[in-house]
């Protein structure tokens, strides 16, 4: 059974750094592209970034361009994203998922992924 657990939500103030992970369980990262994306109440879901399984292409969006990273290990088969400069707006829950059968080095950023995390919570607030 194909999961992503996300893990590194929390409480932070502005300015300050977190970083997430979606750690792949019961499969391999090879040939899937993973995004995050996050979900502020009464707002619509919002694409942050991607990255193919090769961890060659990264995509990002306009919000969040230049202060978030997304990184993977194959390792550990674990996808991060390094979130700096946060700010109050960036408060939402935040996801993970997957999209099998991916090529490598492509932008999904408006394709329906195929597994999703149960989610984790950023709050930034003084």
């Known amino acids: 059974q194909v999961q992503l657990v996300e893990s590194g939500g929390g409480l932070v103030q502005p300015g300050g750094s977190l970083r997430l992970s979606c750690t792949a369980s019961d499969f391999t990262l090879d040939y899937y592209a993973i995004g995050w994306f996050r979900q502020a109440p009464g707002k619509e879901r919002e694409f942050l970034a991607s990255?193919?399984?090769?961890?060659?292409?990264?995509y990002f969006g306009d919000s969040v361009k230049g202060r978030f990273t997304i990184s993977i290990d194959k390792v550990l088969n674990t996808v991060y994203l390094q979130m700096n400069s946060l700010k109050p707006e960036d408060t939402a829950v935040y996801y993970c998922?997957?999209?099998?059968?991916?090529?490598?080095?492509?932008?999904?950023?408006?394709?329906?992924?195929?597994?999703w995390g149960q989610g984790t919570q950023v709050t930034v607030s003084s």
């Open positions: 998922a997957a999209i099998e059968g991916a090529y490598d080095d492509t932008d999904y950023r408006g394709e329906e992924y195929d597994y």
């Open positions: 990255i193919s399984w090769s961890g060659g292409g990264t």
